[in-house]
């Protein structure tokens, strides 16, 4: 069982600070969220989450060890990370791409073996893949380069996953499919964190949140709590309101006229 | 193809280029006599010329062909940049200073090499010093810096070649060009070969990561510093050794990691042997060819990677990727 806790965390990039003595628990089972708009800070805190980013302040401890002290590899086996965009100058196939997953847990020597097989073909099938392994990356879309990078995150199979805009490139089959999948990762004892730009798909997929405004402040709680017109409103800097359609809440912006007059909470 | 019967296809390539190599120029030596003159029987002129002038500098030939094919596998994973080679960063400008330097100043072969060597290291350590800076050391400002650095050794090597007198620029400019007829003693080039190999194949795995750039290798539990610094030094040190014998012999170090990426995909485990067995036959093929193709003049072999390379390079860029 993997956690992640995080206690008087500061982030400061480019002169400000992003976010100040942030508290966290990210314990098995949960599903989280974490929302706020452009340059808030989302996709550096899951970077320092993963160890990749020193903290400006605080601690962030894996089971109990502080994670800077500990090895690249031993992270990796446990704590995955999706990144926002995926990077491939040299040219290479989709098998060898998912297959990388793997590297965290393979000897230095060691060859990947059936079972390491077994699981690359699982994962790619998860994301319809199948039927392109020998396709070179280059050649993929958008949003089959963005599934092959899901596809490699499930290939890691880390207790803890955290993905930066999981949903970037995706069309809405895939969309619904990704964060159903997370869910159902998250229900069967994984920790998953998704940077998601749409507070109903946080609503409807995550059962907690977090808020980064920006300039320091944050706030975390359950979603159905957190989540309000009011603190939306701020979050985004744009007038939101509530729909609701039996037990169903939607959020949807308020129409762009009135927007940008106001940057207070609109009430509705 | 699979990896190992590949290797060994290459590896038997490398022993047929180096047989042609001692067989072919101004006398021929027939193939049933190589065996009896390399196993230390054998007499005459053919035994000499043999041992003494074709051995060493094909041996030479294989082992700067295989440094160049190594560090430009590495430079370019290094800098996440396909169009990186192993001069990119100012290294053989650093050697080419030394060298003429040295050439200008009448040295012997051995003080050129010295000269040249202390160019590389220079321009090595300059280069890291720069780059490091203040800010960080990303893949980005190391290949600006290098590229600036190349760029200003460029300007000393035109400079230097403005001024030198009549009787030392065909000497220059073969050096420039890059030419192994003063490589008679291959034996720590061979070593230095070897022991790049054996440092970077222990990496293999770790380069395909770094390859998809320092965040994504990190995540998948790359140490990306130390690996970086490795990679720095390893391929400074494999184009200094080459620069240093044959001087800037281009095109190697640039087209057989991109063939190869192209033939046999891009895991390293496969890609570091290949490249550097590659990288040894199109250099001693083309050596061959340097004192061959108009003797009994001999060319400056970087004209003859070129000649070679160009229409292999070109060819396989239309096939395109391997299916």
């Not at chain 1, 944050?218 to 701020?234: A, D, N, P, Q």
């Not at chain 2, 596998?73 to 050697?95: E, F």
């Not at chain 2, 600006?144 to 050794?153: E, P, Q, R």
């Not at chain 2, 790359?222 to 240093?244: D, E």
Request: include cysteine; aromatic fraction near 4%; glycine fraction near 10%.
């Amino acid at each position: 069982m993997t956690r992640l806790t995080v206690e008087g965390l500061a982030i400061q990039a480019g002169g400000r600070t992003l976010c100040q003595g942030l508290e966290l628990t990210l314990a098995p089972g949960q599903c989280w969220a974490i929302l706020g708009g452009n340059g808030s800070g989302k996709t550096i805190l899951l970077h320092t989450l993963a160890g990749l980013l020193p903290a400006t302040a605080g601690t962030i401890r894996l089971d109990d060890h502080p994670l800077a002290a500990l090895p690249r590899r031993h992270i990796a086996q446990r704590l995955g990370l999706l990144l926002q965009e995926s990077h491939d100058p040299f040219p290479t196939s989709v098998l060898e791409t998912a297959m990388s997953g793997r590297h965290p847990h393979l000897g230095r020597w060691q060859q990947e073996g059936d079972e390491d097989h077994a699981i690359v073909h699982q994962a790619l099938a998860a994301m319809a893949l199948s039927g392109m392994e020998q396709r070179v990356v280059q050649t993929l879309s958008g949003g089959e380069r963005r599934r092959l990078a899901i596809a490699t995150l499930l290939t890691q199979t880390p207790q803890l996953l955290l993905l930066d805009e999981p949903l970037n490139h995706l069309d809405l089959h895939h969309q619904q499919q990704l964060l159903h999948q997370q869910r159902r990762l998250a229900r069967e004892g994984r920790t998953v964190v998704m940077v998601l730009h749409d507070p109903n798909q946080a609503l409807r997929y995550c059962d907690r949140a977090l808020l980064l405004y920006g300039d320091g402040r944050w706030e975390s709680g359950v979603c159905e709590e957190l989540l309000t017109v009011e603190r939306l409103s701020h979050l985004y800097h744009h007038p939101m309101r509530l729909l609701r359609q039996g037990d169903e809440r939607l959020f949807i912006p308020a129409d762009e006229g009135t927007a940008g007059q106001t940057h207070s909470p609109s009430s509705h | 193809m699979r990896p190992l019967p590949l290797l060994i296809a290459l590896g038997l390539l490398t022993v047929l280029a180096l047989l042609l190599a001692l067989m072919v120029g101004s006398i021929t030596v027939p193939a049933s006599e190589l065996p009896a003159i390399l196993f230390g029987e054998g007499s005459g002129i053919h035994r000499d010329i043999v041992l003494q002038l074709r051995l060493p500098r094909a041996l030479a030939a294989l082992a700067v062909g295989g440094l160049l094919a190594l560090a430009g596998v590495q430079m370019q994973v290094l800098l996440g940049n396909p169009l990186a080679d192993p001069y990119i960063l100012g290294i053989s400008g650093g050697a080419a200073v030394g060298a003429l330097l040295a050439l200008l100043a009448g040295g012997a072969t051995l003080a050129v090499n010295g000269a040249s060597l202390a160019g590389a290291l220079g321009s090595m350590v300059l280069v890291f010093g720069l780059a490091h800076g203040r800010g960080v050391w990303s893949p980005t400002r190391l290949l600006l810096t290098g590229v600036v650095v190349a760029a200003g050794w460029g300007a000393v090597i035109s400079f230097l070649l403005a001024v030198a007198p009549q009787q030392n620029l065909p000497g220059m400019l073969f050096w420039l060009m890059g030419d192994l007829s003063h490589a008679d003693r291959p034996l720590p080039a061979l070593l230095i070969l070897a022991l790049g190999l054996l440092l970077s194949l222990p990496q293999a795995r770790n380069l395909n990561l770094l390859a998809r750039g320092e965040l994504q290798a990190g995540a998948l539990g790359v140490s990306v510093v130390p690996l970086r610094l490795q990679l720095y030094l390893l391929a400074s040190l494999l184009t200094a050794a080459a620069v240093t014998i044959g001087g800037s012999i281009g095109f190697v170090g640039l087209v057989v990691p991109h063939m190869l990426r192209l033939l046999v995909g891009s895991d390293h485990r496969l890609l570091l042997p290949a490249s550097v067995l590659s990288g040894a036959i199109l250099l001693l093929l083309a050596d061959t060819l340097a004192r061959t193709v108009i003797a009994p003049q001999q060319l400056p072999v970087g004209v003859l990677t070129a000649l070679v390379g160009v229409p292999l390079f070109l060819y396989l860029l239309q096939r395109g990727y391997r299916a």
